[in-house]
């Protein structure tokens, strides 16, 4: 089976910089992603990852080590609208390919 | 492109009714996921069809939910009888096939209660 674990919340200071961690068990990797939600909003896709290594995009950068199962996504520059929930979701192989498990979320807090 | 979209946006219902929710996945995506969020189980992932077929389906909780794709423009999720604990938020998302991510793209989901 799958699992996923990531912090359950974390505060932050505006302009900081934070990271959010992600660490995975999983039986046939196959991409990490990582998701924005705001509050009774819809997820919002952020990053991904397959290959080991950081991936850069503006403001937002995601690392994966797949030996160590592990993630995390780096925000920098902190703003009060980046408040919401970080969700990190593994896409596994399984039997079809397509099978996504997505982990608790981190709800981060941005504070001026 | 107007996204996903969903309907209705909000139910409210009683237990024993059935409940029919509703999607219109992004135009030319090969793939559609319906999932489920609540509180203390986060978001879980229901079917998922590809090409209108569906492909797996072991995340569906009981045998009083069924998901159908007639078409490549419509999808329904449907529970029949309703429980309380079926309160739930509601997503359904699509995604292409070609590219390297696919990402999924989520519709604003259906808040479902219960009572």
Redesign the interface.
Known sequence: GQNIDQPTEMTATEGAIVQINCTYQTSGFN?L?WYQQHAG?????LS?NVLDGLEEKGRFSSFLSRSKGYSYLLLKELQMKDSASY?CAV?DR???G????????TRLSVLP | DAGVIQSPRHEVTEMGQEVTLRCKPISGHDYLFWYRQTMMRGLELLIYFNNNVPIDDSGMPEDRFSAKMPNASFSTLKIQPSEPRDSAVYFCASSPLAGVTYEQYFGPGTRLTVT
């Open positions: 991409g992603f909003e819809a997820p919002t896709f991904y969700l896409r399984g039997n079809y397509q099978n996504f498990v997505f982990g608790p979320g």
